[in-house]
């Protein structure tokens, strides 16, 4: 298995283990409100979303790179240079993630973090 940014990669969108891209973006997947009842000022409130699929969608919907999130909810995928879109698999009705729009340069890794609604209030 390919490691990026110190994570690692289930996919990857060309290339391959032993020659990879030298692009993609890399992550967190976060989780807010994190903490119950209102919240004090000061207070990070924000959690990782460990586990999640994290998929990267070419212009033409196709997911043309996954991960897994870890237990810190980082992710980070290769991809040819480009637009795409993230998107968080969620199979329930909360958390609810956005997709994110994200520019994959021609080298290097593109930053790009995923905040979810927990649905806690």
């Known amino acids: 298995m ?4 110190g994570v690692p990669v289930m996919s990857l969108a ?3 283990p032993d020659n990879p891209l ?7 997947v976060a989780l807010i409100p994190g903490c119950p009842g209102p919240q004090k000022k000061g207070e990070d409130c924000h959690k ?14 196709k997911v043309v790179a996954s991960a897994i999130s870890g237990d810190d909810g980082k992710f980070a995928l290769r991809a040819m240079p480009g637009d795409y879109t993230l998107k968080v698999v969620i199979d329930a009705y909360y958390p609810r993630c956005p997709t994110v729009d994200v520019l994959v340069p021609k080298e290097g890794l593109a930053e790009s973090n995923i905040v979810c609604d927990s649905g806690m209030r």
Do not use: E, F, H
Request: net charge neutral; glycine share 22%.
């Open 14 to 16: 060309g290339g391959s």
């Open 2 to 5: 390919a490691v990026l940014a």
């Open 22 to 28: 030298p692009s993609g973006v890399s992550g967190m």
């Open 48 to 61: 990782p979303l460990p586990g999640k699929p994290v998929q990267l969608i070419d212009s033409s919907g």
